[in-house]
């Protein structure tokens, strides 16, 4: 299907262990972002990446890492899940030039 | 740094008006957007307007924006119980990255 993929779209997972989020996309944007959305916060940034192989951090980057070897893919990875990584995750892409970014379903991740 | 604010919930009656409020810091804005947020999915642009105008109309929306007190609305005419959701304003600014910024999002419920 074309458009903006999320997987997997739940995760509970226990506090230390390495977790990835996968995120797609079949429009060949050049830019691609990961936000969290928590109550009272609304979304906030964590990377973002301009193109492939160039990344950027965000607003709240401590304790995530991405990487985009593949126009396409913009996975985010936590290297050790702490509870207060509990949250919703959205993916977003956009092309350039252009502002609007178009949104994944969104992952829900809990760390128990 | 950035700033979008907006308040947290709103309640109207099936068939008014909904009028949902932001303000913003940055006067360096470009574009300013209204994303729609229904439960369990992503969100989705709805409008946007450029920073040189002071009202877009779209069907049953219209957007105004006061630059000068970097205030920007959404009003929904006739609101139906399928506009229930979350509503987030967003900001872009000149920062050479496609980077927005999200206010904390309104929650409209619409009453039968």
């Known amino acids: 299907d074309a458009g903006i993929t999320q997987s997997p779209r739940y995760k509970i997972t226990e506090t230390g262990r390495q977790v990835t989020l996968m995120c797609h996309q079949t429009?060949?944007?050049?830019?691609m972002f990961w936000y969290r959305q928590d109550l009272g916060h609304g979304l906030r940034l964590i990377y973002y990446?301009?193109?492939?192989?160039?990344?950027d951090k965000g607003e709240v980057p401590d304790g995530y890492v991405v990487s985009r070897s593949k126009t396409e893919n913009f996975p985010l990875t936590l290297e050790s899940a702490t509870r207060s990584q509990t949250s919703v995750y959205f993916c977003a892409s956009s092309p350039a030039q252009v502002y609007e970014q178009y949104f994944g379903p969104g992952t829900r991740l809990t760390v128990t | 740094g950035e700033d979008v604010e907006q308040s947290l919930f709103l309640s109207v009656r099936e068939g008014d008006s909904s009028v949902i409020n932001c303000t913003y810091t940055?006067?360096?804005?470009?574009?300013l957007y209204w994303y729609k947020q229904e439960p369990g999915a992503g969100l989705q642009l709805l409008t946007y307007?450029?920073?040189?105008?002071d009202m877009k109309q779209d069907q049953r929306l219209t957007v105004l924006l006061n630059k000068k007190d970097k205030h920007l609305s959404l009003r929904i005419a006739d609101t139906q119980t399928g506009d229930s959701a979350i509503y987030f304003c967003a900001e872009s600014i000149k920062t050479g990255a496609n980077n927005l910024f999200f206010g904390t999002g309104t929650r409209l419920t619409v009453i039968p």
């Open positions: 429009w060949s944007h050049s830019y």
């Open positions: 940055d006067s360096s804005s470009t574009y």
């Open positions: 307007i450029f920073s040189n105008m």
């Open positions: 990446s301009a193109a492939a192989d160039i990344t």
